[in-house]
């Protein structure tokens, strides 16, 4: 392992199989190597359909890759991710990794303060002081107050997008990846996001994010241009 990285993607393959139409199965990544630094943001580009999101769900865990590595550094220790039990990938999640997607997924009637301060409360850090945190947070993303006691799942796209980004950024995640963060949300919230990403990234969070919004482009250090069925590299 690098002295300076953080996370290494090394010779990653994914393919997805299709059974519901006669098994096709087709590569999306091919011989994908990446390495990321404290205090780096790593943009991915490629076109539509060339597996930006898939990569990132690979890192987070979400999709089993079919060969490669992900290393991490998990508090002291190197883990590489795929090997993982469940149990160990919880652990990586909830202190070394955090991810905000396009979509917010809760259980219904379940408050947005407290949808928000999960990953906290989880970590047990003190009901007060975790409502706080995340109440300073929406403030800043302009979330109504009348808003915090009611469950997301009535709110907007952009609402629901912003209760997701304060989940993710209500803890010092040494590591944060991002799905097109600011997709749903309006000119003046994507402005207060790039600010709060640029004070995380500057503080030493690591990010790999999609980002199609040029404003939030000008927090990245590099850029790494996934192409179909061909290794990916940096540009």
Known sequence: MRNTSILQVENLHKSFTLHQQGGVNFSVLESVWLNLNPGECIALSGASGTGKSTLIRCIYGNYRVDSGSIWLKHQADWVNLP??????????????????????????????????????????????????????????????????????????????????????LSVNYPILLLDEPTSALDANNRQV???????????????????HDQELKSIQNSQFQINPSKASSYE
């Open 83 to 168: 090997k993982l039990l469940p149990h160990e990938l919880l652990a990586v999640r909830q202190k070394t990794i955090g991810y905000v997607s396009q979509f917010l997924r809760v259980i219904p009637r379940v408050p947005a303060l407290q949808v928000a301060a999960e990953p906290l409360l989880e970590m047990g850090i003190d009901l007060e002081i975790a409502y706080r945190r995340v109440k300073e947070l929406f403030t800043r993303l302009n979330l109504p107050e009348r808003l915090w006691n009611l469950s997301p799942t009535t709110f907007s796209g952009g609402e629901k997008q912003r209760v997701n980004i304060v989940r993710a």
């Open 193 to 211: 996001v790039m600010e709060l990403l640029e004070e995380r990234r500057l503080e030493g969070c690591a990010m790999i994010g999609i980002f």
